[in-house]
């Protein structure tokens, strides 16, 4: 791998840098639980029964996985669009169908078997805000265990794609994975936290910080890649800036079969994929994230690159298409295989 590798670090740090397990645990999920992340509804009914949390599938001659990591439910606004008025986000949310005020997230891990070896594109929640963290279950679900996985490539340091290096107990889960992030990511986190204009209320700030020292205490397990770095052999990252300093998404190819992990560039058809230009509240860089979501956006509509995005509903798999001043999301067919 041609990634920088990081100097021998000191041991991972506890959770809460000094609290215990527990008081952590309830520190973080106090925070979910207010402002951003009260909870509430999102319109339609539970099913009777679980549905499944896996989607497989193949990009040439990679195997593929979206695993659920689950479904969190908030208050969209301020969420989304926190510069627009409440009752315009609202009215977005029920032109697509939705059942303001509540929006329900979801999140969805990719799992790929390159080569023999096992990938995964970010990790979820893990203990940072249950009932979601479910990647170890659905891992499990199709008879894969932590150890088993080679190769975690993380597109941003926030909690919901870097909490699943840890479990339920705080100690690391993929203890054997090497963690690849970009060099420009790492450096946002490491030299601050630098939150530049996010909008997250103060109590949820620790939760941000205490996973970035997830990510940045793995010592010599942890390397960082450069933009547009070949990680392995058709993986390749692709610079996606503006959500966080150095957030990136992952170029897949095998064969004539190409797909990009988009990562957070977008969300939901009725927030950034009508309103391009809409921000949330954790942009660091909302400006420069707009720039970023429709640069890719325009291209995916002019090639037709398949792409995946871990917040689209599951399995966050489609294409794009132009639309005057907006993108509509076409989701790929679901193949049952078999």
């Not at 790929?112 to 963290?133: C, H, M, S, Y």
């Not at 205490?217 to 990252?237: D, F, I, T, W």
């Amino acid at each position: 791998m041609g990634s920088r590798r990081v100097r021998e670090g000191r041991a991972a740090a506890r959770p809460g840098h000094g609290m215990n397990r527990r008081a952590f645990g309830r520190a973080a999920s106090a925070a979910l639980a207010t402002g951003l992340f009260a909870p509430g509804a999102a319109g339609a009914a539970a099913p009777a029964a679980a549905n499944s949390a896996v989607y497989h599938f193949a990009v040439g001659e990679i195997r593929a996985t979206v695993l659920s990591d689950g479904q969190m439910t908030f208050p969209a606004w301020p969420a989304y669009a926190p510069d627009v008025e409440r009752a315009v986000v609202e009215a977005a949310m029920s032109r697509r169908h939705l059942a303001p005020p509540d929006y329900r997230l979801d999140a969805n891990v990719l799992l790929l078997e390159i080569d023999r070896r096992r990938v995964l594109l970010d990790t979820g929640w893990g203990a940072f805000a249950p009932p979601v963290g479910r990647l170890s279950s659905a891992l499990a679900a199709i008879g894969v265990a932590p150890e088993e996985i080679d190769l975690v490539l993380l597109s941003h340091i926030h909690p919901d794609h870097v909490g699943g290096l840890r479990d339920e107990a705080g100690e690391q889960r993929f203890a054997r994975s090497d963690i690849v992030v970009g060099a420009r990511e790492a450096a946002q986190w490491r030299d601050g936290p630098d939150f530049g204009a996010m909008t997250i209320d103060e109590s949820f700030r620790p939760v941000f910080a205490e996973a970035a020292r997830l990510v940045l205490e793995r010592g010599s397990r942890l390397r960082l890649a450069g933009e547009g770095e070949e990680v392995l052999p058709g993986l390749s990252l692709i610079a996606l800036p503006g959500h966080t300093r150095g957030h990136c998404g992952v170029r897949i190819r095998s064969g004539a079969d190409e797909l990009i992990y988009a990562a957070d560039c977008f969300h939901e058809q009725a927030f950034d994929l009508d309103h391009p230009h809409w921000r949330t509240a954790f942009d660091h860089d909302p400006g420069r994230a707009a720039e970023t979501r429709i640069g890719l956006l325009e291209r995916a509509a002019a090639d037709g690159t398949a792409l995946m995005a871990f917040h689209m509903p599951f399995p966050g798999l489609g294409r794009i298409e132009r639309a005057a001043e907006r993108f509509l999301w076409q989701p790929a067919p679901w193949i049952l295989g078999g």
